[in-house]
């Protein structure tokens, strides 16, 4: 690390701890050279993932919108912010864990479907509307029919 004081290239630690909130680790220098101290700070840099959108466009990743929707699909559900933050951060996780820096806006959503249908059905038909695009009750009905023939494909779970 260069001191900002006399330009040296060797300094030692004196102390380091993590900033308040978590993200990055304040460390407290000395330089070798001219002895003052300075402050230092280290944390994640994240190669940026990018959504490939329906129109082949490409934009950054940004979890504040993928919650936004998915706090849209929960409207007026029983579910608390703790939950949905959860859901996003699973979601978040799972898009930068790919071995690829793209993903696609469909492969995004089905993510998302992924989750909600295992914690509320009205989000996740919700969702499942305006992400699919239902063009009219058909639709509709033959999403729910998949939906309740895959519950009832399942073994009853224990209440």
Known sequence: ????????TESRV????QTEDGTAI?????????????????KVDLIPLMVIKKDRTR?????SKLRR??????????VTLAEID??????????????????????????VMEGLKSMDEVAYVR????YRQFRNIRDFMDELSRMLSD?????????
């Open 1 to 8: 690390m260069k001191c900002m004081y006399c330009n040296g």
């Open 14 to 17: 004196i102390d380091s701890r």
């Open 26 to 42: 304040r460390r407290r220098r000395e330089c070798e050279n001219c002895g003052r101290r300075f402050t230092t700070y280290e």
């Open 59 to 63: 934009q950054p990743f940004d979890s």
């Open 69 to 78: 929707s998915i706090l849209r699909a929960f409207e007026k559900q029983p």
């Open 86 to 111: 959860q859901l996003v951060r699973e979601i978040e996780m799972r898009a930068y864990n790919r071995a690829d820096q793209e993903i696609s806006s469909e492969e995004l959503g089905e993510m």
């Open 127 to 130: 969702f499942a509307s305006v």
């Open 151 to 159: 519950k009832n494909a399942q073994p009853p779970t224990e209440d």
